[in-house]
């Protein structure tokens, strides 16, 4: 995935990956280990991790993460299909 680094404003602003149930529900030590390291070069705003029961979505500004239940952020992915499609 393409990042920040060509000096383009209109560059990635974040990226995201899917975890396996082996892998866990959410956001691991490792993921954000690379993500501190990487994400001021990629100059990434947010990085989402997705699993069959939670969305993680860490902040890069803040270094922060957020967690959601799937189903939830379904929902709201649905209704964003559904606002942009009128």
């Not at 560059?11 to 990956?17: E, I, K, M, R, S």
């Not at 490792?30 to 990487?38: E, K, Q, V």
């Not at 001021?40 to 959601?68: D, E, G, H, L």
Request: charge should be neutral; proline fraction near 3%.
């Amino acid at each position: 995935m393409p990042a920040g680094y060509n000096n383009n404003a209109e560059a990635t602003v974040g990226g995201v990956h899917a975890h396996l149930p082996e892998t866990g529900d959410i956001i691991t030590a490792t993921d954000i280990c690379t993500l501190m390291l990487y994400e001021k070069f990629a100059k990434w705003k947010q990085y989402i991790v997705i699993s069959r029961n939670y969305v993680s979505i860490w902040n890069c500004n803040t270094n922060t993460p957020f967690y959601a239940h799937a189903q939830g952020w379904d929902k709201i992915s649905n209704d964003q299909v559904k606002r942009h499609k009128e």
